[in-house]
């Protein structure tokens, strides 16, 4: 989210505010009862928002993680069409030497 849109949303929740305060004296609430009913609801809405936000940060479904998942995702499928093409075009005692050394760099690690 940019800074811009942060002073935006900021902006709306404090017209927001300014609107239902207006509401509720409208509807006849006495000045602070107007203001005790705002706030109220904007601490609401800001709990609310948190709730939902830590919700979606426990069970991982944040929109940077989501598109990080279909990249990375993209990413190997591509990766791994390329690593097949060379293999297919390799020589068969390429093939035989490559995978001789893979087996030997394996056989290394363990």
């Known amino acids: 989210m940019t800074r811009i849109k942060v002073f935006q949303i900021g902006l709306y929740v404090f017209i927001f ?17 107007a203001g005790i009913a705002a706030q109220s609801i904007l ?24 598109q990080r998942k279909r990249y990375r995702k993209a990413y190997e499928e591509l990766t791994e069409e390329k690593i097949k093409k060379k293999f297919e075009a390799m020589s068969p ?3 035989t030497a490559l995978i001789q050394e893979v087996e030997k760099e394996s056989k290394e690690t363990n």
């Open 93 to 95: 005692e390429e093939k």
């Open 17 to 33: 505010g300014g609107v239902v305060y207006e509401l509720f004296q409208i509807f006849g609430f006495e000045s602070i009862s």
């Open 43 to 66: 601490i609401l809405i800001i709990f609310l928002w948190t709730v939902s936000y830590l919700f979606r940060v426990f069970t991982g479904n944040m929109t940077f993680m989501e």
